[in-house]
């Protein structure tokens, strides 16, 4: 059974930062590329950052330069350090196994 368990989200101030991780279990982690979603009320679901088993990344336009994605296989977990945040990163963070499988989400609030 794939489990993927979110952490780390909150409410936190424009600027500030919080760092996203995500607890694997049920299939072949170090194999899998893993990645980060978000979805805020009344937007599609859209790609936030994404890790490929050879740890390459990719990231969306709107957080380069500001998030960074990690993963730690050992630990069978997936990070994303969030810095420099905005009110529109505002948005319910998924945790996602080669866009198969979905944790529950962490809910994130960037606001003054």
């Known amino acids: 059974q794939v489990q993927l368990v979110e952490s780390g989200g909150g409410l936190v101030q424009p600027g500030g930062s919080l760092r996203l991780s995500c607890a694997a279990s049920?299939?072949?982690?170090?194999?899998?590329?893993m990645g980060w979603y978000r979805q805020a009320p009344g937007k599609e679901r859209e790609l936030v950052a994404f890790?490929?088993?050879?740890?390459?990344?990719n990231y969306a336009d709107s957080v380069k330069g500001r998030f960074t994605i990690s993963r730690d296989n050992a630990k069978n977990t997936v990070y994303l350090q969030m810095n420099s945040l905005k009110p529109e990163d505002t948005a319910v963070y998924y945790c996602t196994a080669m866009g198969r499988y979905w944790g529950q989400g962490t809910q994130v609030t960037v606001s003054s």
């Open positions: 890790i490929h088993n050879g740890y390459s990344t």
């Open positions: 049920g299939f072949s982690f170090g194999a899998s590329g």
